[in-house]
């Protein structure tokens, strides 16, 4: 076990459910006539949505990813720390570009949105295409391509926002920047601390401390050195993330000792407790993804342990893997996966063409959403077979 490379296919297959179920909600928004619960609650609604659930998910299977690619890290002896920052900041780039997307001025801008969209999307292949098979020389004449595009659109954008400069603007990270600063914070957590349980488990424990603190305001000690760790938010995303670390480490142990069965009964009842947990603060502050309250990050919580635990038996206990080989690039290449949308969009923008009405709303629009999940997963699958996969 020392000496191979560690993949555990149970949280690929979660991944891969998770990353064509974002894909669905993202393309399912906006989308009238369907059940209310499949699209996000509204922002001052106490409700839970399938879309609320998520982004939580794929936060917690980021932390459940980092102990084994850590170790397999470790093992071929590559610098940890450096890989952190650079993959955080990779995440925090393009999801500041996609931030700013969403306030595009097209009328003051020499480029059509969907031309600039296009564009910023296509550096980011360039900038981080898996180049391992390639010529140096090509690779950075290819990489200096896709920056130099990058700065071209950087130059060329005008925002529409009155509350910001017309130019490039922070108005928030976007989901690859939340997951970026998630990421930083856990992995440089779970490194240094050599992935000592318990120092997993009281981190997880912190950031779940500094969201109810956020909201409540009960915990005013936090409030002393809050300000040194500003940039972890309301640490719902952190949290979301640590959960994930410790299920991993949980793991690890136990699988090392021959004493996974433990796993189940520990995991089954850090659920219940989480759920009850979150309905109960849920008649203090609600349960809202869009204003993080403690409520949702709990209850979230509980339903990505149990959920993962269905996988854990599906895929590694009984070894049914097979049944998500048709979705597999989205656990294997998810950035990829992620991405690609953002090309298909402006492209189907600058064409005249529309869906039928049929395929608009209604059960047409999500059969329509469900058949554009399967087809941006497949189109990552052939360009995965061409050795074209995104790598941050």
Known sequence: MNN?????RSIDAFRAVTMFLMIFVNDLEGVPNVPEWLNHAGDNVDALGLADV??????????????????????????VPFRIITRSLALMLIGFFHANMETYDDFHTLLPKPV????????????????RDMPKIRRYILQG???????????????NDPNHGVWLHFSWWGILGLIGWSYLFCALIYHYSK????????????????????HFGWLSFIMQWKSYIWLAGNGAMQAFTMAGVVVSVMYMRLMKSNELKLLWPGIILLAIILGNLGFIVRYIGGISKARD???????????????????????????????????????????????IPFIFYPIYGMTDYGYPEYLSEGMGGLIKCLVFSFL???????????NIRLKI
């Open 54 to 79: 998520i982004f939580p998910a794929f936060l917690f299977i980021v932390g459940l990813s980092i102990p084994f690619a850590f170790q397999n890290r470790e093992q071929s002896g590559r610098h």
């Open 116 to 131: 600039w969209e296009s564009l910023v999307t296509f550096s980011f292949f360039f900038i981080f295409l898996d180049y």
């Open 4 to 8: 191979q490379y560690i993949r555990v």
């Open 376 to 386: 941006m997963i497949w189109v990552a699958g052939l360009l995965s077979k061409i």
């Open 195 to 214: 992935g000592v349980l318990w120092i997993q488990v009281a981190a997880w424990i912190v950031f779940l401390f500094i969201n109810i603190d956020f």
């Open 293 to 339: 309250t403690p409520s949702w990050l709990l209850m979230c919580t509980s339903i990505s342990l149990l959920t993962y635990l269905v996988f854990l038996f599906l895929v590694d206990v009984k070894q049914k893997f097979h049944w998500f080989n048709f979705i597999k690039p989205a656990g294997t290449n998810t950035f990829t996966c992620y991405i």
């Open 145 to 159: 391509i896709g920056i130099a595009i990058l700065i071209a659109m950087s130059v060329l954008y005008r925002s």
